[in-house]
């Protein structure tokens, strides 16, 4: 079956794109780029290194451009809360911005990525999450949302582990006032737990170390570990954990998620799901 073909780039492309530092590794342009082949539509989707300090710069770039959108990976989600004109209730409730949506109200935040992470679970790991007890490691914008989502899907028990402890504080400050019911703790669990998520970027290059501490806390105490990394497709901490007998899933349903709630956003047009799944595989994974 032959593959859609987009139109030729012309004065009416519309332009979305993803910004981070590092992004070479990123697959959403083939993501995207597939699903508005697919559906005949004159867009482009590309990706841009762009420094924490120019992010501002090159948000009302896009948006001086007319950009349709954009979306933000590492370290950028934080950030920028405050650069936006106007927060989309799921970026007020999760508190970062991974999606922007540019129109008459201006750069609009939004966040794709709660739902995201919890349909992946789902999905890829089987995971119930309610009354489950759960590691996290990270606290930067993945982190806190990851954090907050999981504690409203009411998880049992909540780790948070990251290098900086304040940060991972503050987290857990607001998990206790907003769902009183989750016991949230900073540090490793001295007991099992059933599922251990990184939010870290600690894994994106080769001589990464582990984002796991594993004197302070062993992977044979885990059922299952999820990482929101995808490529490389088998991270250092995926490979140890498989080697102590969990079950493990990398980030590519987190990140095939997320892009189908933000081209939906964007285009005003239902994601095409298989498409853009089918794209992220020949991408990352060569098949």
Not at 21 to 44: K, T, V
Not at 100 to 114: H, K, L, Q, S, W
Request: glycine share 8%; aromatic share 6%.
């Amino acid at each position: 079956m032959s593959q859609p073909v987009q139109p030729a780039i012309n004065a009416a492309t519309r332009l979305c794109a993803v910004y981070g530092s590092p992004i070479a590794h990123s697959a959403s342009p083939a993501m995207h780029n597939a699903a508005f082949a697919a559906l005949g539509l004159n867009w482009r989707y590309l990706a841009f290194e762009v420094d924490p300090k120019n992010l501002r710069a090159a948000i009302e770039g896009a948006k001086v451009m007319g950009f349709a959108g954009i979306n933000l990976t590492v370290p950028h989600k934080l950030l920028a809360v405050d650069m936006v004109d106007k927060l989309d209730e799921s970026a007020k409730t999760w508190g970062a911005v991974n999606t922007i949506r540019f129109g008459p109200e201006g750069a609009v935040g939004f966040n794709t990525d709660a739902d995201a992470i919890v349909t992946a679970l789902h999905e890829d790991l089987a995971m119930s999450l309610r009354g489950a007890k759960v590691l996290l490691l990270g606290a930067g914008g993945a982190g806190r949302t990851a954090a907050l989502k999981l504690a409203a899907e009411n998880v049992a028990e909540l780790f948070l582990a990251n290098r900086t402890s304040s940060k991972a504080e503050q987290i857990a400050g607001e998990i206790t006032r907003r769902f009183p019911s989750v016991r949230v703790s900073v540090g490793y669990p001295r007991t099992a737990v059933d599922l251990l998520v990184n939010a870290t970027s600690l894994g994106l290059k080769a001589d990464d170390s582990s984002p796991l501490d594993e004197q302070q806390f062993s992977l044979k105490q885990v059922r299952a570990v999820y990482d929101m990394i995808y490529r490389p497709v088998e991270t250092k901490l995926l490979a140890a954990a498989e080697a102590a007998g969990c079950r493990t899933a990398n980030g590519l349903g987190m990140l095939l998620h997320q892009g189908a709630k933000a081209f939906e956003i964007w285009t005003g047009r239902p994601a095409p799901l298989d498409v853009m799944r089918r794209a992220l595989e020949q991408n990352i994974y060569g098949h």
